[in-house]
Each structure stands twice: as C-alpha cells, then as structure tokens.
C-alpha cells in the first residue's frame, strides 16, 4: 500500500504539521514511497504482502529504518505495528522495533527508544527502552506469557506530551489491546527515523515478520539551514565544530571547509560525538583570529549553510592572568552559587580543563577539584561566570549576560569564609581568593543573595579593600557582565590624581567608593597613604608600607579605623612614596564624602 500523508497546518504553530505514516507494504515495494533504508538486499515483501527478512546464513544483524521527519515532542504521538516470529523468541533471536532514532544507522551511536521481544526462557515479555548512545535502559517491562514460542503480535504505543509512555498489545496480531505498561521518560526528544532490528541465528535468518506500520503525530518543517552552534580549537591544528541540528554526511567533505592562513581544506574531518572534527595540515598560533569559509553543508530536511565563522586560537594563562572578580557564596534559598572570573592578559584564554577549587584546612592542601568541562575562550578584559544552575541565577539576577553564564559542579562555598582557587589543568595556580561575609558593605545586616564584588577587576583578588557588596540597583548581583562597582581605570600622566573627588557610599553602585591612582617614575617604590579630616585628625590609614608598581590604584570607601562609616564631609588624602634611591614622593588631594 502506499503511504499516506495527510498533512494539516495547525494554527499559529507554523513549523507544526500534522502527519500520519502507513505502510502495509501491499504495493510490494519498500524502496519507494516511502524508502526503507539500510540493509535493503536482507529483506523482501512476501507473497502476503509483508516485510520479511531474508539475510544470508550468518548470526548477524539487519536493519531498515524510514524517515518520520521531525517528530514534535510537544504533540502526542502514536505508533503501531505487526510482528511475527517463526521462532522461539532468546537473547540470540530478538526483534527491536525503533519508535525514535536520531540517527538512520540503527548499528550506530544514536539516541532513541525502541520495543524489544526477545530473552532467554519461554515467558518472553515486550519490553520498552531507552537508547543513549550505544547503551541501553530498560523503562519497562510488559505482560508474562504470550510471546516465548513463535509469537504473532500487534503493538500499539503512545506517548504523550507530558512525555508519558504507554505500550498496548493484541497477543493474537489483532486489535483488541490489552495494556502492557508505561513510564515516563523525556531525555529524547528529536527524532526523524523509525524501523525494525533484527538479531538472528543462521538457522533463523528468514523467519521475522513486519507489516501494518503506522505512526500518527506532528512533524516540524524545518525550511531554516542549519548554523554553528559552536566551533573551538582543540590542538596545535585541529579545530571542532558543532552544528545546532543534525546535519547529512555533506557535513564530512573535506571541500565545504576552508580556512585561512594558506591552511586551505582540512586534511581529515572525523565525525566525533559532539560534532566534527577537522584537522589541518598548518599548526595554529596563539591568539590569531582564524576565518573559515562553510558551504554546501544541508541539514536533515535539505537546508544549506553557507557561512563564514571567526575561530580564536586561544593561549594558555599564567598565575595573574585570569582573576576572581565576582563571587556569590550565600544564595537564597534554593538559589545557587556563582563565581566569575576576569581576563587580565592580553591573551584569549580557554578554560577548558581548569579547575574551580577550595582549600582544606584540615590537611592544609588543594581539594574538591572542579573541572570546567566546556570551551570557554575569554577575551582580555571579558568576564565569564560559572554557576550550578544557570536558570536559577538568571532568575534571581536581572542584570545578567546568559551568554557568559555557563554551568558546571563548583565547590562548597562555605557563608562564612573560604579560600577558593582557580587552576590550569597542570593544577598550576592561576588566582587564588581568601573571602569572607565581613568583605559586605558594612550597613548589610543580612548579606543573603548580594554577590561581592571588585572594585578594580584587574588588581589582586586577596586585596580586602578591593571588594564590595552588589550594589541594590542592579539587584545585587551582575554575572557575565561589568561589576557595578567596577572602577574604569583612568590614570593619566600625574603623579597622583583623584578619580572620584566626590563620592557616596551608599551602595547604590555610583561612586560608592573613592579611587586614587598614581604614576611613578622609579620602580620598587614603597607607599603610604592616609585620610584625615577637616581638623587634620587621623581617619584611616589605607596604604602602610605597601610596595608600589609604576603606576596602580588605591581606594578609600568611606569607613574609619573601626569599620564604621566616616561622616558626611571633606577630607584630606596625604599620599607619599620612598625610593630606594631616596627620592621621595608626596600629594595632598581633598575628597567630599
């Protein structure tokens, strides 16, 4: 018989069709209308109009599989099919009907599920799995009885959107189903083939029997080409990338990649789990911006790419190179942590393999190593952010980036105090930070779900002053984007100069803190710096005896001796710098609080 389609356009859902798939093979024919794919020259149609396996005398498998198009999750779908066996159904003599499978070679890694008959015994039972990969897992186990000699059956299977699965049978091969089973799985939802598996004996190899497949659901229209979901460099000359869809082998030819550099076509391309894998003849140099032309590249449904991308080739990172510059440590209640790191080098650096860790201060060691898991290439003076649930932190912080928010095991943070560790994947330290809760804003009774962070993202991370509460008009957090308090640096060609003349530590994320910076002729040099109020009286000394760089930033934010907040007023900052040279610096500058 030949397939019917009837297709149907549901409103508003423009990509959704209705569709139905029959197939009772009574037109003799199995290459056409629909086609049947795999190993077509095993199975034939029989004199009763069935499909039936005839694979040469050899314990082996056989396949044939059709394409459903894209299956719609989000509607319900129905399949049902006959099944004979001229045979005692065992672990070495099974059939496997694939309900779902993303790939068409039934033989290889794919992500389905599929009904099986077929164990050892004679109490045989349809049995429902799920198939990551190439391994298994059974989701449910049917009925004793009926299928452990020479069984003659129809199945009927529904699933819902709720991703609800329920197997029917008629043990007679007619319509009166009885219920099998159900359960509920929704770890696969992309499909565009379904067929029939065959695992035979010699002795068995024309003994399995199909007819009356029918599959009735929505099919999504796919007229969109496919695009780069992402594409990295992997070794001195191999690059990978990743499409946002399933692709045809069109995605293998070496002729529809082409790559700047005079490295021209790729001299492999290997298909790997996440994507494909394109070697090079050339070696790449760190922090080059490759340019690679992609053609002729079609999707599942015949869409083409044609495209050009842009690939940094990253570097490594140094100790100081990448920075902790935002942290939240004490969630709400069924939030999640979040660290963030900054790019302080002038390289792109890919955090692939770094870990995230803390410090165990019962054996005084490095512990609970996180491994970062994805390509993340951070460009200088870019920012990235890892957390343990990433729909959690974009709901509980509206001033976010999701394209910098990345998701990953992290360790414990502790809401007291903790040092945490950033590491190549030599365990090399990159950064480390000692934080605690007393680094909030002091006017912060409860600091719960207010992120710190710094100030100066490119100075040391364990530089006290250096940190501060979110501030509450940003909603007291920023993952993957500029801290609020962040200070742009500034320094001109003066010795020393204010940044901030007038500031407000209100923590409302303006000028909540005031920023100093100096620039000096010799190097080596040791600083000092105090504020004093207007009757010249000591208010905080914020630099003592603090070995100075050419040039740098120091900031004041607003507290006296005791920790607690200055008043209202103009105050003196006196600056003073020793060389070993004996030259001596010294500013006077006045601020507003």
Known sequence: MRPHFLLLIIPFLYVSL??????????????????????????????????????????????????????????????????????????????????????????????????????????????????????????????????????????????????????????????????????TDNTHQFSTFSGVWCKRTTSNTDNFYFDDIEINGNVITDNDPPQVSNSFVKGTNTIEIQFDEPVTTSAEQISNYNLNFNNGNPLLVTVVNSGYELLFNNPFISNDTLIMDISNVLDLSGNVLDTTIEIIVPDTASAGDLLFNE???????????????????????????????????????????????????????????????????????????????????????????????????????????????????????????????????????????????????????????????RFNQLISANQFEVQTAVFSPDNDGFEDVAVFSYQLTDSDMVGNASIYDKTGRLIKRVLTNKLLGTEGQFIWDGTNSNNQKAGIGIYLVHFEAFGENGNIITHKKSITL
Not at 45 to 55: G, R, S, T
Not at 460 to 470: Q, R
């Open 18 to 183: 209705h569709a139905q798939l029959i197939d009772d093979f009574s037109d003799g024919d199995f290459l056409n209308n629909p086609t049947w794919q795999g190993d077509t020259s095993n199975f034939i149609i029989n004199v009763n109009n069935q499909l039936q396996l005839n694979a040469p005398s050899v314990t082996d498998t056989s396949f044939l599989v059709v394409e459903t198009g894209i299956l719609d999750f989000t509607n319900t779908i129905t399949w049902e099919f006959y099944v004979k066996l001229d045979l005692s159904p065992s672990n070495s003599n099974n059939f496997r009907y694939y309900l779902t499978s993303n790939n068409a070679n039934l033989r290889g890694n794919l992500n389905g599920y599929f009904i099986r008959v077929g164990e050892n015994g004679s109490t045989d039972k349809i049995k429902l799995y799920r198939q990551d990969g190439t391994s298994t897992n059974l989701l449910m186990t049917g009925l004793n009885g009926a299928y452990g000699i020479s069984p003659e059956f129809r199945v009927r299977v529904n699933r819902d959107i709720n991703g609800n699965w329920e197997v029917l049978s008629d043990s007679t091969g007619g319509t009166s189903f009885v219920y099998e089973g159900g359960a």
């Open 327 to 485: 942290l939240l440590f004490d969630p709400y209640a069924g939030g999640s942590d979040f660290v963030e790191f900054f790019n302080a080098s002038n390289s792109n650096i890919d955090l692939y393999h770094y870990f995230v860790a803390d410090y165990d201060a019962s054996d005084g060691e490095i512990s609970n190593y996180k491994q970062i898991t994805g390509h993340y290439v951070i460009s200088p003076s870019d920012v990235v952010c890892f957390t343990e649930d990433t729909s959690s932190t974009i709901s509980d912080f509206y001033t976010h980036d999701l394209s910098k928010i990345f998701q990953m095991d992290l360790p414990s943070f502790p809401n007291d105090s903790a040092t945490i560790y950033l590491l190549t994947p030599d365990s090399i330290v990159v950064d480390k930070f000692s934080y605690s809760e007393d680094m909030h804003y002091e006017l912060i009774n409860d600091p719960e779900g207010i992120s710190l962070e710094k100030i100066i993202s490119n100075e040391s991370s364990n530089d006290f002053s250096n940190w501060t509460s979110a501030a509450e008009s940003v909603g007291w957090g920023t993952p993957g984007v500029d801290n609020s308090q």
